[in-house]
């Protein structure tokens, strides 16, 4: 994989590859799917991940190995190519086996369905935000989700009212004419 830019040394008091992240910016075509990854992403996920892409920056790294397997970030690299971006920021992780690699593609998909939302303070979020006519699209939520959150009310499709039928009326059977009392 050649390292297309300079690389960005995030450490911590440990000096071991494992608490020693550096992103580099990476070409696209250098890194290649897991195919045994369980989690699909649909188009609408994809578009979603384009969109947050354009509107933020590419600010979450993929993870990969140092032959360039992806572990973390296949919605995020489709979204890449799909946008036309040469290069995008990666993390290499040199340091774990085969299993671990196997296992945190997992986690890293598993983990945060783990979490949950304190809906009274994401309302509240979601409310400023759209105070500041902030594109709400951009979040992931369905617009049903947003009205939800919003307290948008629900406007009922349009149902019409059939006349009640009073018990003398009848009809004609058009084969055999015959009248019935409904």
């Not at 890194?31 to 947050?52: F, M």
């Not at 973390?72 to 774990?96: C, F, N, S, T, W």
């Not at 009310?153 to 015959?178: A, F, L, M, Q, R």
């Amino acid at each position: 994989m050649a390292k297309k830019s300079t690389s960005v040394p995030l450490t911590s008091d440990d000096t071991s590859q494992r608490n020693r992240l550096e992103v580099q910016m990476l070409e696209v075509s250098d890194l290649r799917t897991y195919t045994n990854n369980a989690r699909r992403h649909s188009p609408e996920q994809i578009d979603a991940l384009k969109s947050s892409i354009t509107a933020f920056g590419f600010t979450n790294p993929v993870l990969a190995t140092p032959t360039g397997r992806i572990i973390a970030g296949h919605g995020r690299v489709q979204a890449a190519l799909e946008l036309g971006m040469k290069l995008v920021p990666v993390i290499v992780l040199a340091d774990l086996s085969d299993a671990q690699i196997r296992a945190y593609t997992i986690a890293d998909n598993q983990l945060p369905n783990m979490a949950s939302w304190d809906f009274d303070v994401l309302a509240a979020e979601i409310d400023a935000l759209n105070d500041e006519d902030f594109d709400l699209n951009l979040l992931g939520f369905s617009k049903e989700e947003l009205d939800d959150m919003l307290g948008s009310p629900e406007i009922p499709p349009e149902v019409e009212e059939k006349p009640k039928k009073e018990p003398s009326d009848t009809t004609i059977c058009p084969k055999c004419h015959h009248e019935f009392v409904l």
